[in-house]
């Protein structure tokens, strides 16, 4: 037996080794700006920047800074800005999403607690078409809500393991599950496995093959295919959260946005 212990320990020792890479990723410091937050979202690809402060959004462009204030809704979960032309906000505690114009006027609000088969929303995107990603809770499956047509087409069947976290493009919806299972769904309904993914305080997926994860007061880039961790060099002690988008990580702390260059493997 004392034979089988010193083997699994060895085992254990080489898995770690392979895990997490000795090379951390390098990054380039551009500048840092201040900015009275509560929880920074990221920005656009027209560069303008998204915060929420006193659960109102802020949208941060080169000349001003707009906001969306519902707080009749409950608090804000989640914004998708992917499209600067069109906002999602969700609204989880009253079961609803509000459609905003780059203004942040308000242009549409879908209340799921009306919907004839009701859905218990716990994902949203913006998708193609007219389209959003929406997932129900209740029964664990995906679909297609259409904003013009009012109509939800669901396109995956249901998952046996809860969804605890996601992203989403036009074409693609990540899930990740409570086995920390990580799957890509396509806009015609077809569901890839890609991997599992380390234990994290907060991760963001990147594409298919990368993510950004923090840890224990630490932020790594993960290689979903080979299985490898590796340390992400930032001069901060201290991270509320972050945002990577175009090559750029966005640190946020203690009302501080700092931009670095990081180029992934």
């Known amino acids: 037996m004392q034979h089988t212990h010193y083997f699994f320990s060895w085992i254990c020792s080489f898995v770690t080794a392979i895990t997490f890479s000795q090379t951390p990723v390098k990054t380039e410091k551009l500048d840092s700006i201040s900015w009275d937050i509560d929880r920074y979202l990221g920005f656009d690809q027209q560069l303008n920047q998204y915060a ?12 001003e800074v707009l906001v969306y204030k519902n707080l009749g809704l ?38 799921f607690n009306l919907s004839p088969t009701f859905i218990q929303l716990e994902a949203m995107g913006l998708s193609a078409q007219n389209q959003l990603w929406v997932y129900d809770g ?85 290689e979903i295919a080979k299985g490898i961790s590796r340390k992400i060099e930032i001069t901060e002690n201290f991270v509320d959260n972050f945002f990577f988008k175009d090559g750029i990580l966005v640190i946020f702390t203690q009302n501080k946005i700092t931009n670095y260059k990081l180029i992934l493997p």
Do not use: C
């Open 138 to 222: 209740n029964s664990n499956r995906l679909g297609l809500y259409s904003t013009t047509k009012d109509l939800t087409n669901w396109i995956t069947v249901p998952n046996s393991n809860p969804l605890v976290n996601y992203t989403s493009d036009y074409t693609f919806f990540y899930g990740i599950d409570s086995q920390k299972k990580l799957t890509t769904s396509s806009i015609y309904g077809k569901v890839t496995a890609l991997g599992s993914l380390p234990n994290h305080d907060s991760i963001q997926l990147v594409d298919a093959t990368t993510a950004l994860y923090f840890m224990k007061q630490q932020l790594y880039l993960y």
């Open 52 to 63: 929420i402060k006193d659960n109102v959004v802020l949208k941060r462009t080169k000349n």
């Open 74 to 111: 409950g608090k804000i979960e989640r914004v998708d800005f992917q499209n600067p032309l069109q906002l999602v906000v969700f609204y989880k505690e009253f079961n609803t999403l509000v459609l905003l114009d780059n203004q942040l006027n308000e242009t549409k609000r879908i209340d």
